[in-house]
């Protein structure tokens, strides 16, 4: 049987093309140590490659979510926190105040401890984070969470100006988590020392008087009930931390299984690698001598 020269040449360049192929291929695979470089190599594999790839990155930006909330929940706390101690503070110096054998001059004195936690609690409100957003108003971060206003009367200066609506954020499948609080009830406590504050001020102030003391009253009760209010809100701080921890440490369990999926569906078996590499280029090289050997004979050679 004769073969043509251009039909001897075309399946030496087929076979020669595979075989280089192949070996590109193979040292491609050996070089980054996966076995799938396209997904044509292994289109199922590769599906669940990609799906897994895909559930990877859900769960790191999960992770990215629950890292953000933390510290700054943590932040709002210290913030809290810091209102929590002028309350108590506030609450104390009330409680003194009440204690009927004060004179006048005593209560008196109680003014600039009592102006001072006011406005501390006024300023610890309207705090503001890194970005100049404020902290404690809702979602209408570019407000300050209470105003005062000068020209108002006495125990109706301070307005909460924030709302209560919350920012969401996403930490796993189908679970939320609000990133903000509001300080929505400590206009009230504010308003009620203002009077008080106002009532200690004046000139023949009589510690017997019934406002002097319903002024005085009022606030205790105000103190109370806003204390209870901010602790409350780092207690749903503490409970949140816990619930980020819990489903940060199941996300990290979801993705070291995943990782390991992934290393065990894309790594490649460096052994039997080598061995076909060697096999593919064996054959390349036969075929180059075989090529060379054939291309030199012709119907005159004499065996």
């Not at 040449?9 to 396209?38: C, D, E, P």
């Not at 990877?56 to 706390?77: H, V």
């Not at 319903?214 to 901010?230: F, H, P, Q, R, Y």
Request: proline share 2%; net charge negative.
């Amino acid at each position: 049987m004769r073969i043509a020269t251009s039909q001897f040449q075309a399946t030496m360049t087929r076979s020669l093309q595979y075989n280089q192929g192949q070996l590109s291929s193979l040292s491609a695979q050996m070089s980054s140590g996966n076995k799938i470089q396209v997904p044509s190599d292994d289109p199922v594999t590769a599906v669940r490659l990609s799906r897994l790839a895909r559930e990877e990155a859900i769960l790191g930006q999960y992770q990215d979510n629950i890292g953000a909330i933390k510290i700054r929940l943590s932040s709002n706390e210290t913030y809290l926190q810091s209102m929590v101690n002028d309350i108590t503070q506030a609450h104390d110096q009330l409680v003194l105040a009440a204690d009927g054998s004060n004179t006048g001059d005593d209560l008196k004195s109680m003014v600039t401890t009592l102006s001072a936690i006011r406005d501390s609690l006024l300023y610890s409100a309207n705090e503001k984070d890194q970005e100049g957003n404020y902290v404690f108003s809702g979602t209408a971060t570019n407000t300050p969470a209470i105003t005062y206003d000068a020209g108002a009367a006495v125990g109706a200066r301070y307005t909460f100006s924030g709302n209560t609506n919350q920012q969401k954020s996403v930490i796993g499948n189908g679970i939320t988590q609000a990133v903000n609080v509001d300080v929505s009830g400590l206009e009230s406590l504010l308003n009620k020392l203002d009077t008080t504050i106002d009532a200690l001020s004046q000139p023949n102030v009589n510690p017997s008087d019934p406002a002097v003391q319903a002024a005085i009253t009022g606030s205790m009760d105000s103190s109370s009930a806003t204390l209870e209010l901010v602790a409350g809100k780092i207690a749903t701080f503490g409970g949140a931390q816990n619930i980020m921890d819990t489903l940060n440490g199941n996300h990290a369990n979801v993705s070291l299984s995943n990782q390991n999926a992934i290393f065990e569906l894309n790594s490649l078996d460096y052994g039997q690698a080598t061995v076909e590499l060697n096999g593919y280029n064996t054959a390349l090289q036969a075929s180059y001598k075989a090529y060379a050997k054939i291309s030199g004979l012709s119907l005159f050679n004499i065996l």
